[in-house]
């Protein structure tokens, strides 16, 4: 409801008498026709219902309120069993279920669901659009644990109070300053233009997005099981983890393949961005991409952000690159993810470029010993030529104009 901040006390008794008092904060006698819950205000709803155990009731708390506001809450029973919840909001005269009869109590509820029906209530749904909520508690999330920070900000695990599904969120602090905060918002448009233009089974799915006062956040699915990165940074990896990771040169190609007919350059591909859940790989992270699609031309030059150890030759000297930059960072991923296959590790790839040819361990700066690399463990396969390995020499090549695009490295 709007008004002041409440707060609300533990009550230990579980009866109705107590629920009541407990609830009297937010369903005071004469409750004005027209009240307006927050998030938060349903927030402290579910933590009342939850604290006397009233757990059905606790996972939909608007249908509750809507219910309870109109003198109906014998109902709400008729409308779980249906299979209904805060998802189905908002509702018409001919989805509500036929537990409220009278034509009265109809159009009660669908006048009084207007005071439940938060921003929030739109993020999770595909036609949702971008919300502006006024404070970072009327977000209708609830923080798990977090995942990882970046220059940016930080990505956490979260849970829907509506869906009860979990999601990763992307949190990215908004600046201080107008210039500072015009940057941040420029940036995140930038990426949400570029995920909700996506849609591919090896790419990060874009659920919504918000901007309340200190961030600016997207929701996105899967919550990742690990990073390929750790993945492959493991004391042991079991077969049946090995088995699958040898499909990761075609999910990925194909994704690559995808952003690129979608005139998407990725610009960072690396292992940490490359998510791993169950045995499913997906391409994520798109705050430095570029989209082409309104210029025709995927060529840029300047300085840039990257990493050294992943970014082609001619990113790292601030040359002219284009998609096929993206194809040689992709190789680099191949490169750890073959030698893992083979046996050996990361750090075993990493010590040896750094004992051999320009003894740097940026694959760019040291190409000789990477192909070194290729060859001694093609002799640890029994001198048999594989075709992971065929792939990487094609694309891990000085030249950008000899290194195979991506729809030709999906058609190899």
Known sequence: MTGPAVHVHHHDGQGVGDLDKALGIWFPPGLPAQSNFSESDIKGVVDVLRRHRKDSWCHTPRLYITLRLIGHLDTIDSFLDAGLSDVSFPFSNNTLPGALRDPKSRSDFLERQRGVLTKGLDLEKEDG??????????????????LGQAA???????????????YARKL??????????????????????????????????LIGSYTDPKYVGIIMSPVADRNLDDFLDRDYIPIEDLSFLQTFHGCLANALRYLHDNHVRHKEIKPQKVLVKGHHVYLTDFGLSLDWSNTGASTTSGPSSKTLRYCAPEVAHNQPRNSISDIWSLGCVFLEIATTICGKTVI?????????????????????????????????????????????????????????????LCDE
Request: with cysteine; aromatic share 10%; hydrophobic share 35%.
């Open 152 to 166: 940016y900000g930080y990505v956490d695990r979260v849970r829907s109070n509506i869906t009860y599904r979990k």
């Open 172 to 205: 990215i602090p908004r600046g201080r300053t107008f210039r500072k905060d015009r940057s941040v918002l420029r940036d995140f448009e930038r990426e949400l233009a570029t995920l909700k233009k996506l849609s591919h089974d090896h790419v990060v799915e």
């Open 348 to 408: 075993d790839l990493m010590q040896y470029l750094q004992a051999h040819e320009a003894q740097s361990t940026c694959y760019h700066a040291n190409l000789g010993a990477v192909n070194q690399w290729i060859f001694v463990s093609t002799l640890g396969n029994g001198g048999t030529s594989w075709q992971p390995f065929e792939w990487i020499q094609s694309i891990i090549v000085s030249e950008p104009e000899n290194r195979l695009a991506a729809a030709a």
């Open 129 to 146: 659009r971008h919300r502006h909520v006024a404070s970072t508690e009327d977000t209708p999330f609830e923080k798990l644990e977090e």
